[in-house]
T-cell receptor, first 115, second 114 residues
Framework: GAGVSQSPSNKVTEKGKDVELRCDPI?????LYWYRQSLGQGLEFLIY????????KSGLPSDRFSAERTGGSVSTLTIQRTQQEDSAVYLC?????????????FGSGTRLTVV | DAKTTQPPSMDCAEGRAANLPCNHS???????VYWYRQIHSQGPQYIIH???NNETNEMASLIITEDRKSSTLILPHATLRDTAVYYC???????????????FGKGTKLSVIP
């Protein structure tokens, strides 16, 4: 597609449930990033994928968070046993290569609300 | 990566130039200055980047001081659609290894006034 696609755009879930968020990066982009943005806050880095290299998981806030990227394309961010503090907009970005900071293209995000 | 300092908010009259400052006094020689913006309810959007020379593209101009300790993003003729949070980010260039995520601060909320 022309841009980074994220689904769903909105998700309301009950506390304790698991959720999966999906990101379709731009075709050919080898680097993929997940960020989250809590209300009124800046962007918080979560995880980074680059080709077949081991992902950089240094930003994941707890072991309830995990992500995978299948076939170097689509990525899924999974949050287990959701908590109210997980409520945020989860943003995915891709870039043509890992170092090209100018090449980031962000999706519109998934707004997660944990009730 | 070097830390950046930006004013939390600014106003600009529609049609006038918007000059957004950024201080990065601890920048090192191999770090670039990047600008992104985030319009409400959207993901951030790349604007421009530079190392030491001034840069211009269809969206904006970037002026970097000679000592590289500060920079200014210039939107030459601000429109209402330019109302957004503008992020100044300093980061090393790609060197072939490692993780190169961008670190976003709180940015400057620019309000373009009709």
């Amino acid at each position: 597609g022309a841009g980074v696609s994220q689904s769903p755009s909105n998700k309301v879930t009950e506390k304790g449930k698991d959720v999966e968020l999906r990101c379709d990066p731009i075709s050919g982009h080898t680097a993929l990033y997940w960020y989250r943005q809590s209300l009124g806050q800046g962007l918080e880095f979560l995880i980074y994928f680059q080709g077949n290299s081991a992902p950089d998981k240094s930003g994941l806030p707890s072991d309830r968070f995990s992500a995978e990227r299948t076939g170097g394309s689509v990525s899924t961010l999974t949050i287990q046993r959701t908590q109210q503090e997980d409520s945020a907009v989860y943003l995915c970005a891709s870039s043509p290569q890992s170092g090209a900071a100018y090449g980031y293209t962000f999706g519109s995000g998934t707004r997660l609300t944990v009730v | 990566d070097a830390k950046t300092t930006q004013p939390p908010s600014m106003d600009c009259a529609e049609g006038r130039a918007a000059n957004l400052p950024c201080n990065h006094s601890t920048i090192s020689g191999n770090e670039y200055v990047y600008w992104y913006r985030q319009i409400h309810s959207q993901g951030p959007q790349y604007i421009i980047h530079g190392l030491k020379n001034n840069e211009t593209n269809e969206m904006a101009s970037l002026i970097i001081t000679e000592d590289r300790k500060s920079s200014t993003l210039i939107l030459p003729h601000a429109t209402l659609r330019d109302t957004a949070v503008y992020y100044c980010i300093v980061r090393v260039a790609y060197s072939g290894a490692g993780s190169y995520q961008l670190t976003f601060g709180k940015g400057t909320k620019l309000s373009v006034i009709p």
